[in-house]
């Protein structure tokens, strides 16, 4: 497992927004991490993590995933950004000093886009909130 200081070495975002603390588990298409959502955190506001904080976690998820792959073929980890959000849905924001998992799927790898399958759960394994995420991935120049 990783965590902490050693997730910055596979995605662009630095603290103090950073919304993934650890990476639990990782397949051929899909990566799941975990975030111990503090009272400090910037997305928190009155003890609650907010909506904007969950799609973070989504998209930070997407780029841990993003970023292991192209380590593994030896490559550079590439920028990528949020092209469009789809189908997004939120059941429950979850209160601060909580942890989270969340999961992201590869769907579809398109060129420089990829479609990208995320979901967010409980401690208790309850579903927080999902969409899809179409994220470009800049080129080399």
Same mark, same amino acid.
């Given at each position: 497992?990783?965590?902490?200081?050693?997730?910055?070495?596979?995605?662009?975002?630095?603290?103090? @927004?950073?919304?993934?603390?650890?990476?639990?588990?990782?397949?051929?298409?899909?990566?799941?991490?975990? &975030?111990?959502?503090?009272?400090?955190?910037? &997305?928190?506001?009155?003890?609650? @993590?907010?909506?904007?904080?969950?799609?973070?976690?989504?998209?930070?998820?997407?780029?841990? @995933?993003?970023?292991?792959?192209?380590?593994?073929?030896?490559?550079?980890?590439?920028?990528?950004?949020?092209?469009?959000?789809?189908?997004?849905?939120?059941?429950?924001?979850?209160?601060?000093?909580?942890?989270? &998992?969340?999961?992201?799927?590869?769907?579809?790898?398109?060129?420089?886009?990829?479609?990208?399958?995320?979901?967010?759960?409980?401690?208790?394994?309850?579903?927080?909130?999902?969409?899809?995420?179409?994220? @470009?991935?800049?080129?080399?120049?």
């Amino acid at each position: 497992m990783k965590q902490g200081d050693e997730l910055l070495n596979y995605i662009p975002q630095r603290w103090p @927004f950073v919304m993934i603390d650890k990476l639990l588990e990782k397949g051929e298409d899909y990566v799941i991490s975990g &975030l111990s959502i503090s009272e400090d955190n910037v &997305l928190v506001e009155d003890g609650i @993590f907010k909506e904007s904080g969950l799609v973070e976690n989504i998209a930070q998820t997407a780029a841990l @995933f993003a970023g292991i792959r192209f380590v593994d073929q030896g490559k550079p980890i590439p920028v990528g950004y949020i092209a469009g959000i789809k189908d997004l849905s939120i059941e429950k924001m979850p209160a601060s000093t909580s942890n989270i &998992l969340t999961r992201t799927t590869l769907l579809r790898d398109i060129g420089n886009i990829q479609i990208v399958e995320g979901k967010v759960y409980d401690e208790n394994e309850q579903q927080l909130a999902a969409c899809e995420l179409r994220i @470009f991935i800049k080129g080399e120049e």
